[in-house]
């Protein structure tokens, strides 16, 4: 029976902000997704109450807007003011008309609604720089009687947003990105720009542009040379990583390769602690560099299981659907590991958005004028988010006894991949199983608890949440963990491919 070893003494703290989501005007990420004033759920302002009821109940805290590739080109005094004179634009990074009927001040009704209390904007630093910056931050946190802070006023809102952080650009490394920068020249202008915006708003943070993807041939040497340029003024490096059971092993090459099997495919959790390892290996060798007492924090604010589009992309209307898609058990089980390795990394990251919210690689899909349901995706995080407090830490732990797997790729793959967190008032084991069988494991705990429960995703490997079946999976109560109240010993079975989560209340 695998073992399952908890190091009390070694913890350290992770808050509710660490897992976060992302919308972007995209696909039909906004418009359709969360704003859509003709639906019969629609609130006054436009927003589907479907959808803020799921987000709500999903309990996510740290939202990040309005994009990603979107913001390498917007301006975001389109977005402001009076809805009807507000100018269409062409979204020429997702090729799609921008109404700009949701914008900056709807972003921030929105997430009052939402339950959502800590917002990261990027700003424009593709076609744009330094003054654009500044304007957007005056006009979303000024308090001084100056003029972008008097607009907001103007427009309606008194009170400062009080934004605390702010990404400078978006994968300004990526081919695709429309004002791509060479790693010096980003660099600098990432540096002027957060010492800037500093000066204006000493209470924000800022997040500097790392690598788009490890696929990138100039990963991680990007990620050294921004941060040579920049370290002493930037608080987070940015990470991005999506994961398709197919896509090509670089970005430079076009074709596709063999689909991963699904031992492989589940073990893909293994890149993200890789990458994770490497950039802050590298921002460790910068600090040594400039002789900096600070520790540079990473924001992982783009990583998903990755599928292509199921809807056909429409070019050029107001919601081209680019990336619509269902994500079935063995997804959501390699999203699980995903989510476990932020977690067991969480003394470094402090910051990571799942991408995106809504309809593009979704947690939510919507269809237009109909119904919302969610992702499988959205339960496993939905359990992560519901244990994280202003008490929760991750305590390390470890396996013994138990069994492991190699496939081609990669040696040594537990076959349980597992975190445990203290809340304050319960051990938390989350856990996959990924294999076919079930596995029990022995925990010993570092008190004797007064209750326990179990809850878990099982199904089919091909198992998905469908307009027609919206909770084939779901989280589930589960009877295979015998609690032995008063003792410090407890034992578990894990179904054969699952997410678990036992919690312990002592
Ligand atoms: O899928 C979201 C997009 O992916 C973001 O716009 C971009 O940053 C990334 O390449």
Same mark, same amino acid.
């Given at each position: ?18 897992? %976060? ?28 109450? &479907?959808?803020? +009821? ?8 740290? #939202? ?15 977005? @402001? ?14 090729q799609s008309l921008e109404t700009n009927q949701f914008g900056l001040d709807e972003f921030f009704q929105w997430i009052q609604q939402a339950d959502v209390d800590n917002p990261i904007l990027t700003v424009n630093l593709g076609t744009r720089g330094i003054d654009d910056a500044l304007h957007e931050l005056e006009y979303v946190n000024g308090k001084y009687d100056t003029d972008w802070a008097n607009l907001r006023r103007q427009n309606g809102h008194a009170e400062p947003y009080g934004v605390k952080y702010w990404c ?18 980003? %660099?600098? =202008? ?8 500093k000066l204006m708003d000493p209470d924000i943070e800022t997040i500097l542009v790392g690598s788009s993807t490890p696929r990138l041939d100039t990963y991680p040497s990007w990620d050294f040379k921004v941060l040579m340029e920049a370290y002493d003024n930037v608080d987070y490096i940015a990470m991005h990583n999506y994961i398709d059971r197919d896509q090509s092993e670089n970005l430079d090459q076009q074709a596709l390769r063999d689909s991963d099997d699904l031992p492989t495919y589940l073990a893909r959790s293994r ?10 290996? @590298?921002? /460790? ?12 924090? @990473? ?14 992309? $429409?070019?050029? %209307? ?9 994500? !079935? ?10 989510? *476990? ?5 969480? &003394? ?7 991408? *995106? ?7 939510? *899909? ?15 995080? $939905?359990?992560?988010?519901?244990? *994280?407090? /202003? ?7 470890? #396996? ?11 040696? &040594?793959?537990?076959?349980? !991949? $597992?975190?445990?967190? !203290? ?21 010993? =705990?570092?008190?004797?608890? +007064? ?5 878990? @995703? ?21 009877? !295979? ?14 179904? %054969? ?10």
């Amino acid at each position: 029976m695998a073992k399952l070893n908890l190091y009390n003494e070694q913890r350290f703290d992770v808050r509710p902000q660490l897992f %976060g989501s992302f919308l972007e005007h995209m696909g039909t990420v906004i418009y359709t997704g969360i704003y859509e004033p003709g639906h019969p759920s629609a609130t006054p302002e436009g927003f589907r109450g &479907d959808v803020l +009821k799921l987000v709500r109940e999903l309990g996510v805290k740290t #939202l990040r807007y309005p994009g990603g590739n979107y913001t390498s080109s917007y301006h975001w005094e389109d977005t @402001i003011g009076d809805q009807a004179t507000r100018p269409k634009r062409m979204n020429i990074a997702w090729q799609s008309l921008e109404t700009n009927q949701f914008g900056l001040d709807e972003f921030f009704q929105w997430i009052q609604q939402a339950d959502v209390d800590n917002p990261i904007l990027t700003v424009n630093l593709g076609t744009r720089g330094i003054d654009d910056a500044l304007h957007e931050l005056e006009y979303v946190n000024g308090k001084y009687d100056t003029d972008w802070a008097n607009l907001r006023r103007q427009n309606g809102h008194a009170e400062p947003y009080g934004v605390k952080y702010w990404c400078l650009g978006n994968e300004l490394d990526g081919p695709w990105q429309v004002a791509r920068k060479t790693p010096e020249e980003y %660099g600098l =202008l990432a540096n002027e720009t957060s010492k800037a915006m500093k000066l204006m708003d000493p209470d924000i943070e800022t997040i500097l542009v790392g690598s788009s993807t490890p696929r990138l041939d100039t990963y991680p040497s990007w990620d050294f040379k921004v941060l040579m340029e920049a370290y002493d003024n930037v608080d987070y490096i940015a990470m991005h990583n999506y994961i398709d059971r197919d896509q090509s092993e670089n970005l430079d090459q076009q074709a596709l390769r063999d689909s991963d099997d699904l031992p492989t495919y589940l073990a893909r959790s293994r890149e993200f602690d890789k990458q994770i390892d490497e950039v802050a290996t @590298i921002a /460790d060798a910068v600090k040594a560099l400039k002789h900096s007492d600070k520790t540079m924090k @990473i924001s992982f604010d783009e990583w998903n299981v990755h599928h292509f589009s199921q809807k056909k992309p $429409q070019p050029w %209307g107001e919601h081209n659907p680019v990336d619509w898609c269902y994500f !079935d058990l063995a997804d959501t089980l390699l999203f699980g590991s995903m989510a *476990l390795a932020i977690l067991r990394h969480g &003394d470094r990251v402090k910051l990571s958005c799942q991408a *995106l919210l809504v309809n593009t690689i979704p947690l939510i *899909l919507t269809d237009e004028g109909g119904n919302a349901w969610a992702n499988p995706t959205y339960y496993v995080l $939905q359990s992560i988010l519901k244990n *994280l407090s /202003d008490t929760s830490t991750v305590i390390a732990s470890s #396996l013994t006894d138990s069994q492991n797997y190699s496939t081609k790729r990669y040696q &040594d793959v537990p076959v349980i !991949d $597992q975190v445990v967190m !203290d809340t304050g008032s319960a051990y938390v084991v989350f856990a996959v199983n990924r294999g076919e069988k079930a596995q029990t494991i022995s925990v010993a =705990l570092p008190a004797a608890i +007064k209750s326990g429960h179990m809850e878990h @995703i099982v199904g089919e490997l091909g198992d998905k949440n469908t307009r027609e079946h919206p909770e084939t999976l779901t989280l589930q109560p589960c009877n !295979d963990l015998t609690v032995e109240v008063g003792s410090k010993a407890q034992t578990a079975t894990l179904s %054969g491919y699952s997410w678990n989560v036992l919690t312990f209340d002592y």
